[in-house]
């Protein structure tokens, strides 16, 4: 199994991030995830750096494959435009680049004040925007007239010598079946086995399947607990709601509604292996492929420590 370290964008400076990149490649990970946010979830994450940005800057201070966990093609930026951003990502990172794509919450996307579409509608938009990036990464000029998207003569003359991969983000059925589908591979967020085979065996295949969670490292559990409860309270907010709250100060209304002991089942406190090792274990037997650890709070170099001297060893 591949173990990546994921780079939180809502919470740390451009600077941190190149930072935990550099310590990810020196502890021993395998791989990268970053996410794409215009708004951190919560006031208390504080940060959101352009993330197009941050991969270039990363594919200059180390050689880790970097993933998107996960780009929204369809509201924000035009399709078009990923597909450019992509394209350039993947010659800086020598190929080692992956588009993670998903339909986006309106947290990042209603910006523009456009309306924010129902589920099905959101995957219809973004079946067809990974329609329009495939067709661009083909090197012709590209005209396109679809129901959601429009590109007139529009060709990207900066391409990697093979497109890169789309893996798709999924939680419902539908999603889930769409990924397996249209994807290169699948993205998730839960230790759930019955996702994984629903898309595998709704042509998925043997299509890798990504997967993340998040740890708050510190001296103690109840440390950590506190730094997760104080940053990501939002990781306790149910159902669709991380998917049509507008804004941070909304999560944040939400969020007053969790208790720290809520948070238990989402993330990994305090600085014990074996409790990395226990989560890492339930991804494995879900059947993922890849799991992305992401550390919440200042301490990241401590959790880099912990999975170089003992947690990465033992996996392997």
Known sequence: MKIGYFLSSEEFTPAELLEQARGAERAGFEALWISDHYHPWVDAQGQSPFVWSMIGAVS??????????????????????IAQAAATSAVLHGGRFVLGVGTGEALNE????????????????????????RALWGGDFVSHHGKHYTVEQARIYTLPDTPPPIYVSGFG???????????DGYVSTMPDGEMVRR????????????????????????????IAYERWPNAGVPGELSQVLPSPRHFEQ??????????????????????????IDKYAKAGFDEVYVANTGPHYQGLFDLYQREVLPRLR
């Open 60 to 81: 200059q201070v180390c050689s880790l494959p970097v993933t998107t966990a996960v780009t929204c093609p369809t509201l924000r930026i035009h399709p078009a435009v």
């Open 110 to 133: 209603h910006i523009f004040g456009d309306a924010w579409p129902q589920a099905d509608v959101r995957l219809e938009m973004l079946e067809e925007a990974v329609e329009v990036l």
């Open 173 to 183: 059925p539908k999603a889930i079946d769409l990924a397996a589908r249209i994807g």
């Open 199 to 226: 898309f595998r065996e709704n042509g998925g295949g043997d299509k890798p399947c990504q997967a993340g969670f998040k740890a708050a490292y510190a001296d103690s559990a109840e440390e950590g607990l506190r």
């Open 254 to 279: 939400a969020a007053e509604l969790v208790k720290p002991e809520m948070l238990k089942e989402a993330f990994v406190c305090g600085n014990s292996a074996d409790a990395h090792l226990e989560m």
